[in-house]
């Protein structure tokens, strides 16, 4: 059964950074593309983030593309954001997911 | 970016009865390889988003066979034959054709 589990979200103050990461089993983690994916309070969704199974492919959203960083580790089944020059924008739980499943979010704070 | 356009936003529907949630696409989704890349999500109250229907119409496993998704091209739709106290949460269209990917608003989905 698919298990992913975030960490590293927090409150931090604009301009600031945070990492991101996500523990995954109970899938071969290497054979999958990973996302991340975030809900800003109250409101809906909006993919950020896209990694192939091997890393080669990348792509992100207009709206965090030259901030942030997504990356992954397949020796250790994790997947990795890297937030830079954060916005009180980018305040919303962030989601690692595998299209057939969805860790329980983390919420990361953009607030002075 | 493709615009996902979904409606209504609001469904009031009674237990037992049927609802029908449409999303439409700003252009086709359609990819090179013949498929049609639309996903459906539900999002409990309280909880991560989960897949229900991947590529228009295929369930996802566990998924109650109550839950059906339709449409072609730029029109789709997906229905619950009958609603039941479970179903109650927002619905939220995706489409994983073109780049970025991109969800509809969300369809919020309670008992009358």
């Known amino acids: 059964q698919v298990q992913l589990v975030e960490s590293g979200g927090g409150l931090v103050k604009p301009g600031g950074s945070l990492r991101l990461s996500c523990a995954a089993s109970?899938?071969?983690?290497?054979?999958?593309?990973m996302s991340w994916i975030r809900q800003a309070p109250g409101k809906g969704l909006e993919w950020v983030s896209y990694?192939?199974?091997?890393?080669?492919?990348?792509y992100y959203a207009d709206s965090v593309k030259g901030r942030f960083t997504i990356s992954r580790d397949n020796a250790k089944n994790s997947l990795y954001l890297q937030m830079n020059s954060l916005r009180a924008e980018d305040t919303a739980v962030y989601y690692c997911?595998?299209?057939?499943?969805w860790g329980q979010g983390t919420l990361v704070t953009v607030s002075s | 970016d493709v615009v996902m356009t979904q409606s209504p936003l609001s469904l009031p529907v009674t237990l037992g009865q049927p609802a029908s949630i449409s999303c439409r696409s700003s252009?086709?989704?359609?990819?090179?390889?013949?498929?049609?890349?639309l996903n459906w999500f539900q999002q409990r109250p309280g909880q991560s988003p989960r897949r229900l229907i991947y590529?228009?119409?295929n369930r996802d496993s566990g998924v109650p066979d109550r839950f059906s998704g339709s449409g072609s091209g730029t029109d789709f739709t997906l229905k619950i034959s009958r609603v039941e106290a479970e179903d109650v949460g927002v619905y939220y269209c995706?489409?994983?054709?073109?780049?970025?990917?991109?969800f509809g608003q969300g369809t919020k989905v309670e008992i009358k």
């Open positions: 109970g899938f071969t983690f290497s054979d999958y593309y």
């Open positions: 590529k228009v119409s």
């Open positions: 995706m489409q994983g054709t073109h780049w970025p990917w991109t």
């Open positions: 990694i192939s199974s091997s890393g080669s492919t990348i």
């Open positions: 997911a595998l299209m057939t499943g």
């Open positions: 252009q086709s989704l359609v990819y090179s390889d013949g498929n049609t890349y």
